[in-house]
């Protein structure tokens, strides 16, 4: 009986990674978006309200100077706690604390 032993066979195999992560809090519908601190790079908009962390000065708008900042997610045992913002050239002089900014 070859229909018997393809079934058996197929039972007898374990499914690879078929282990359902999180089913208990299941709010993860979206994208998986991992839960760690990050950073990006973005320009500094007008209007922005913000200090570098860094050097504690106002990331400034200027029109000809379109200025870049670096944006952070911070994240502490999987739980977001703040953003944080950084001039360009600070964050590098922070030595990127929250890796290497995504453009
Ligand atoms: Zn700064």
């Known amino acids: 009986m070859a229909k018997t032993a393809a079934k058996s066979k197929a039972a007898a195999t374990p ?6 992560k999180g089913s208990k809090t299941d709010n993860s519908k979206a994208v998986k978006i991992k839960k760690v601190s990050r950073a990006v ?6 209007g922005s309200q913000v200090d570098c962390m860094h ?3 106002r ?3 200027q029109a ?4 870049q900042q ?5 994240y502490e045992k999987n739980k977001w706690l703040r953003v944080e913002h950084f001039h360009a050239d600070c964050y590098k002089l922070a030595k990127q604390p929250f890796g290497k900014p995504i453009d």
Do not use: Q, S, W, Y
């Not at 499914?15 to 359902?20: E, L, Q, S, T, V």
């Not at 000809?64 to 200025?67: A, G, S, T």
């Open 59 to 61: 990331v400034k708008f």
């Open 15 to 20: 499914a690879k990674g078929g282990r359902i």
């Open 70 to 74: 670096v944006i952070c997610n911070v």
């Open 55 to 57: 050097c504690d000065e």
């Open 41 to 46: 790079t973005r320009l500094v908009e007008p």
């Open 64 to 67: 000809k100077m379109r200025h």
